[in-house]
């Protein structure tokens, strides 16, 4: 669709890794004008296929998220905390609303190997 933000990363080796994708607007608002007011975050493998979704994070996986200390500083804000295989996943950042604003994608490696 139009007016999304799309972020890749590659997962290597041979066992995997624990990501945390978070997408963030609403706690940009202090230093960035014009944020993405609520943020749904998508994560798809490399089919396209859709791994999760996420609108508020503290919806689900709200305490794994929590003792990652990533937890996103705004309640509207997306996180996901997903168990990838290696391969090659995308993140597509877009407002629940249908909204345009900036907003940001961060991925982290959580675990190197499980």
Avoid: C, K
């Amino acid at each position: 669709g139009e007016s999304v933000m799309i972020a890749g990363t590659i997962v290597g080796g041979t066992t995997g890794q624990t990501v945390a994708i978070r997408g963030l607007g609403p706690s940009l608002a202090g230093s960035i004008a014009g944020t993405l007011p609520d943020p749904q975050l998508e994560l798809h493998d490399s089919f396209g296929q859709v791994i999760a979704i996420n609108n508020n994070w503290q919806d689900t996986q709200a305490a794994e998220i929590s003792a990652t200390g990533l937890a996103p500083p705004n309640a509207l804000e997306s996180a996901i905390l997903a168990p990838l295989l290696p391969g090659n996943y995308t993140a597509i950042l877009s407002d629940v609303n249908g909204a345009t604003g900036i907003g940001l994608v961060e991925i982290y490696n959580i675990t190197g190997n499980q």
